[in-house]
Structures are given as C-alpha cells and as structure tokens.
C-alpha cells in the first residue's frame, strides 16, 4: 500500500508541476494582455510616438519590424530551402551531411548577440552599409538560417522515398522529380516552417540593436539603406531608457501585447497548418 | 535539348551543393570577424589612445599594468616603493595642471602654445616623484629629465585576470573580465537550479503520465512559452518580477542576479523540457514491461528505469539550458541590474557578458579599445557556447549508442 501512496503523491506533483508551467505562461500572456488591451486601438497602431515617446503610437516600428522580416526571409529562405534539399536529397548520409549538421546545430546554438557583434563588424562596417535595412536583414536572416534549414529538412524527409522512386522510375530526372514531386508535397510543411521563422525574426532584439535600430524615427523608410524601428528594440528602449519611463508605460504594455499577438499569431498559423496537412498527408 | 537539360541539371545540382555549405561558411564568417576585431585588444596600448605617461628620468619604474595605473590616479597607490620604486611620494600631473602653473604668455598661448612642450618638460624633470598624463602631441621634445613610460599593451593576463570592468576611466581603462564572466556563470547557474525541478517534473509528466488531450494542450503551451520575445520577457521581469522581489526580500532594490535567475530558468524551460521529454520517450518498451512485470509500480519504473535510463538525455538537456541561460541577452539586461562587481550573494545586483555588450557596444567607437574589447567578450561568448553544444551534442550521441 505505501509504494502506492508515494506513487500518488509523486503523480501529484507532477500534475503540479505541469500546472505551475501553464500557470507562468498564463500569467505572462495575462498580465501583458490585462495591461495592454486597453492601449491598443486604431490611433496607436497608425501614429508615429509623439512627447518623447510617451504618447501617439508605434507605427514606424511596425512598419520597420515588416521591412526586417521580409528581408531577412529574403535572405533566408530561399538559400535555407536549397541547402536543406541539399543535404536531404543529393548528399546520402556521409560524413559531409554529418558535418553540415553539426555546423547547422552550432549555428543555431549562438546567442543572439553575437549575431549582433558579426553584423556590425562585416555588414556595417566593413561592407560599409551603415545601419540600415539591409545589414539588419542579413543578420537576421543568418540568425534563422538554421531553423529554415531544419523545418525544410524535416519536411523534405517526411515525404516517402516511394514518391521519388516513382518518379525516377518514370524517367524523369532529379532534379524534375524533386521540382515537380517533393517540393509540392513537402510545401505546407515548409511554409510552417517560414511562419516559424517570421515568429522568431519578429521578436529578435539583439541582433538589430547596432545593425539597423533606431531611437526615434518617425519617418518610414524609403531604401534598403535607411534605419528604421523595430517592435522589439522599441519596448526595450520606452521600457528602460525614456525621458519619462512611468507615462511611457502603457505604450510599453501596447507595444508588448502587439509583439505577443504576431508571436500568437505565427504559431497557431503554424500548428493549423501543420494539423490540416497532415492529415491530407496521411490519406493520400 | 537532353543535353541542355543535362547542363541544366548540373548547373542546380552545383548550386544546391554550394548552398549546403551556407552555414560552414557563416560560422567561419562569425569567428574570423569576431576573432578579428577582438584580438586587436592585445595590441592596443594600456593608456587611453593619443596620451602617453611621462614620469622623472631617476625614476626606476618603467612599466605599469592597466590596474596599477588605475590605482595611482584614484590615490590608491601613493608611494613608488610599492611598485618596486624608490621611496618616494607620487605625484600626479595632469595635463590640464600645466595652466595653474604657468600664464597663457609663459606657456606661448598667442603662438599655438608653442612654448608648452618644454614646460611640460622642466616640470616633469624638476620633480622625482612626478607621473604626468600628456597627450601625445605636447609631449615633451627635449627628453633631459623626462622618461616616457614605455606604452605597454593590455595583455591576456589583464583581460582575464582583471577584476574591474571600466571601460571609461581614464587614464588607463580597466578590461578586466572576471566580474562579468563569472555574473554571467552565476545567473546561469542558479537558473538551471530553478528551472531543473520544474522542467524534469513536468518532463517526466508530459512523457508518462499526461493522457493525449492533456500533452494537445502543455505541449503549445511550452511552444508558446520559447517563443516568447526575450525583450517581452525582460519587460515582465522589470515591471512584475523587480518589484515583486524588492518586497519579498526587502531589498533596496528589486534589480539583482537572483531576478536574472529567475527570468532565465522560465526561458529556459522549453529547452529542458523538450529535451528531456525526447530522451524519456526513447526508453525502450521492453525496459518499461519487464520493470513493471516485477512487480514494480509506475513511479518505481519511473526513477529506478526511465530516469536512469534517460540520464544522459537529462544532462544533455541541463548543458542546453545553461547555453540557452548564458546566451540570453535582453532579459538578463532589463533585470539584472548591470552592475559590474564579482557576484557574492544572490540578491545583489550583477552584469553579464551579454548584457555589457548590448548596453556598451552602441557608445563604444569603432577600432577603439573598448570596441575591441566588447569584440573580445563576444570572442569569450562564443567559445563557452560553442564547448556547451559539444558537450551536449557528446552526451546526446552517447543516449543513441547506449540505444541501439
């Protein structure tokens, strides 16, 4: 009897546990909610800030936040996806793709603020394209590489190899069976893994802070060359450094709740995706 | 046309291999870059660029490490006896001191100060115990009685043995790393001590115990929770976790190591969690029946089997947490208060690697010391996270061996 009552009181404190996780995230997800509903409406999210940023709204970094995920995806993606059909389709299973994932591992293991560090030394000031879209795209772009990398991969490889013999065995080439066969199937997957990518670039601080972030700007930008504001550096800026950090709170909250929101919404975008195709997956 | 298409073929076939090796070449990028510009530090002279240390021609002394030269200008060192001199009082002579001493006429002021150098040089030359901070381009022409003191670089031993971090001071800015390196340990730490308990558990009950609509809700749930914005989370921290620490510690403030810790092991969470689940899942389920055919219950298969079982995919998941904990940037900035001295006690105020960097690098110019030596942090950034993944990558492997 008493193995089972340490037993109950150990699955207890597991559920426990599980609870207390829940908990924190709803107490986050909450408090942020609670504080920031009431900032948001159409003036916040169109304006540019006014009083030294303590009132008007938050749309330069809106816009900025777009222009750097558009770009940085535009670096990513397109070489993310090829490499990953690189390594799952052309290179077997050597010690090359060993190698290649293990660099992808590490790529994806390094803080963010080197990322930060690197872009500024090559992109602004070695390439000399000062802090601008274009050097924080690349750097973002680089910093996601690795989850383009393995969403792609994951995707690629769970299409069946018999798709591939099939279509080999047609006549057709490799590189025609992987335009016309593998990439259809595996694209759901593989936006789902661009929509991730757009979650994780949205929310990035670090890596713009000397790349392409500014202060203050209430113009929206007109080139890859301009600086712009971003969501994330904003909240940290009106967070720890305005003039007037206690009236500049709720622009804060705002400016947390709107960063959420993508947040949210990228992933349950993903998990619908990732649901609905799945299955179309399976019963074909 | 089969042999245009062939062309075609080969041409993406070799495009697609040289983009496989995208992230090779970013990470070699990354560490040529960072390297480059971090270990231009050790050739960057101990005393602030332009300006140079003259002391009196009697004078012993010839070199001075970055500290001691901090020490004698905040009066801590006021003796040349105590760095191996003679016996002598220091006096200090900054360059501005040379207008108290001698008239705009005397010094040459309507003929570009042309007459400076040399006083410079009798004052140094009059007096035994003297040390002046001159800037380069007064310095004195005539050298009788004045002795430069020979520009040292920082070196290794500053940098990582150093205790002070003041980037500013003048004369001689103090790199020294240890405060920050061991801040950022600490944080880390006393993170993975919070956020293990919490993770394993819930771990353990998303791999045995939660049923398939309980694992549809906690698993988003974690997803959610790592995907948070770190910055998001710094805010939290500083408006909900700041305070709410000051209070229940009774602090004077609410900005300590211990709230970084704090934030930290929430944000690390998904990483143990994940982790840890994986290797959980992985144990074989002939382990389990044969365990629980002995008569053994649940729990007892739990932490005598799939635990043990799962032990290096536990340890792998620990290395991960304290990487994801030691790289963090924003939160750690927002909360910890970025005070840097060698952490003694939980709930004082500390700095981390990361966070000097984001707060420093935007006031640091390019080429300058400073600049190099944040370049050098980043350099010390690297390798530690580069050692985790391996090590983490190391145990992991050993999970799959032991496997098979």
Known sequence: MSKHTGQNIAFWIFRLLGLIVVGILLWILGFIIWNGIGVIDWEFLTEAPTDGMTGGGIFPAIVGTCCLILGSMIVAFPIGVMSAIYTTEYAGNGRVVRFIRIMTDNLGGIPSIIFGLFGMSLFVNTLGWGDSILAGSFTLGLLVLPLVIRTTEEALKAIPDSFRTGSLALGATKLQTIRRVVLPMAFPNIVTGLILSIGRVSGETAPILFTVAAYFLPKLPTGIFDQVMALPYHLYVIATSGTDLESARPIAYGTALVLIVIVLIMNILASILRRYFGKKVKTN | ?404
């Open chain 2, 1 to 404: 046309m089969k042999r245009f298409r062939r062309i075609v073929e080969k041409i993406a076939e070799g495009m697609l291999t040289l983009s496989g090796a995208v992230t090779t070449v970013t990470i070699l990028l990354i560490v040529v870059f960072l390297f480059r510009e971090g270990l231009g530090l050790f050739k960057s002279p101990a005393v602030e660029k332009g300006y140079a240390l003259c002391v009196n021609v009697a004078n012993p002394v010839d070199r001075l490490t970055p500290f001691q030269i901090k020490q004698i200008f905040d009066y801590a060192i006021v003796n040349w006896a105590e760095l191996g001199g003679k016996d002598e009082a220091i006096e200090l002579f900054r360059f501005d001191d040379i207008f108290s001493r001698y008239s705009d006429e005397e010094l040459g002021a309507e003929n570009d100060y042309a007459l400076l150098p040399d006083k410079l040089g009798e004052v140094v030359a009059s007096s035994p115990g003297i040390i002046a901070f001159l800037p380069e381009e007064y310095l004195p022409r005539d050298l009788k009685g004045v002795r430069m003191l020979r520009s040292e670089h920082i070196t290794a031993g500053d940098f990582f043995g150093g205790r002070e971090w003041i980037p500013t001071a003048t004369p001689a800015p103090q790199f020294g790393t240890l405060p920050l390196l061991l801040g950022t340990l600490w944080v880390s730490i006393i993170a993975i001590f919070i956020a293990l308990p919490l993770g394993l558990g819930v771990a353990i009950y998303l791999s045995e115990l939660a049923n398939e609509q309980t694992r549809k809700l906690l698993k988003p749930a974690i997803e959610l929770l790592a995907g948070i914005p770190s910055v998001v989370y710094g805010f939290f921290g500083l408006v909900v976790l700041v305070p709410l620490v000051q209070k229940a510690f009774g602090l004077p403030v609410g900005e300590t190591g211990f709230t970084g810790s704090v934030i930290l092991a929430i944000m690390a969470l998904p990483t143990i969690i994940t982790v840890a689940e994986d290797a959980m899942r992985n144990t074989p389920r002939a382990m389990r029946e044969a365990s629980l055919a002995l008569g053994a219950t649940h729990w007892q298969t739990i932490y005598r089997v799939i635990v043990p079982y799962a032990k290096s995919g536990i340890s792998a998941a620990v290395v991960l947490g304290i990487g994801r904990a030691i790289g963090e940037t924003m939160a750690v900035l927002m909360v910890t208060g970025n005070a840097a001295v060698i952490p003694k006690t939980l709930f004082a105020p500390l700095r981390t690697i990361p966070a000097t960097i984001a707060a420093e690098l935007g006031e640091a110019p390019a080429g300058g010391a400073h600049y190099q030596a944040l370049f050098m942090l980043g350099c010390i950034l690297f390798l530690i996270t580069l050692v985790i993944n391996i090590t983490a990558e190391a145990i992991s492997k050993r999970q799959h061996n032991k496997g098979l």
